[in-house]
C-alpha cells in the first residue's frame, strides 16, 4: 500500500512577457504535510518542502510551448524511519520540455512533459521524466482574476532505473 499523507502545496508564480512568444517566470513553493509516520491528518503540520525556479517559455505559432528550467532549488524534509528523524535534502533541477493547451469551450486540458536533470546532495546526477495532464475549469470571474479548479495527474520515470517514480494526483484552485 502507498504511504497516505495530507499536503498543502502553495505555489506563486510572477510572469513577464518579454515579446509574443517569449516569457520567464520565477516559482516560489512552499509545502507542508502531516506528519505521516504517526498517523496525524494535519496538512499544516510539518514543512517539507521550500523551492524557487525559474523558466523561460516559448510558444510556437501552432500553439505548443517549448519550457525550459535553467534552475531550480528545492529544500525538502524527509523522513528516516531508520533513524527516526526528519532529515534535510537539497536538490537542484534543470528541466527541458513541451506543453500544449487544448481549449474546450471555456475550459481547457493541458499536457506536458518534462526531462530533468536532478542533483540530490550533491551525489551523482539523476534522470527523470514526466508528463501532466490537466484539466482546468474556470468557476468565476472577480474583475481581473479568475477562479478555477484544475484535475491533475502526473506521472514520473526513473531514467537510469527504468522504473515508475512517482504518480501524483491532485486538485486544487487556481487563481489567474
Given at each position: 500500500m502507498s504511504q497516505q499523507r495530507f499536503e498543502n502545496w502553495t505555489k506563486i508564480s510572477a510572469v513577464k512577457s518579454i515579446s509574443k512568444q517569449l516569457t520567464t517566470a520565477v516559482d516560489v513553493q512552499f509545502r507542508t504535510q502531516s506528519d505521516y509516520p504517526h498517523n496525524a491528518h494535519n496538512p499544516f503540520e510539518k514543512i517539507r518542502t521550500g523551492s524557487a525556479r525559474i523558466w523561460l517559455?516559448?510558444?510556437?505559432?501552432?500553439?505548443?510551448?517549448?519550457?525550459?528550467s535553467p534552475l531550480a532549488y528545492f529544500i525538502t524534509k524527509d523522513y528516516n524511519s531508520t533513524q527516526q528523524e526528519w532529515l534535510n535534502t537539497y536538490e537542484t533541477r534543470q528541466s527541458l520540455g513541451l506543453q500544449h493547451s487544448f481549449k474546450y469551450g471555456q475550459s481547457s486540458l493541458r499536457i506536458r512533459s518534462l526531462m530533468e536533470l536532478r542533483i540530490i546532495n550533491h551525489r551523482a546526477p539523476t534522470y527523470r521524466s514526466?508528463?501532466?495532464?490537466?484539466?482546468?475549469?474556470?468557476?468565476?470571474?472577480?474583475?481581473?482574476?479568475?477562479v478555477?479548479?484544475?484535475?491533475?495527474?502526473?506521472?514520473?520515470?526513473?531514467?537510469?532505473?527504468?522504473?515508475?517514480?512517482?504518480?501524483?494526483?491532485?486538485?486544487?484552485?487556481?487563481?489567474?
Open positions: 517559455n516559448w510558444q510556437s505559432q501552432l500553439g505548443t510551448e517549448i519550457l525550459l514526466r508528463t501532466l495532464i490537466q484539466f482546468k475549469y474556470p468557476l468565476l470571474k472577480i474583475k481581473h482574476t479568475e478555477g479548479v484544475i484535475l491533475s495527474d502526473e506521472y514520473f520515470y526513473q531514467l537510469l532505473h527504468s522504473q515508475m517514480d512517482n504518480n501524483r494526483m491532485f486538485t486544487g484552485i487556481t487563481l489567474q
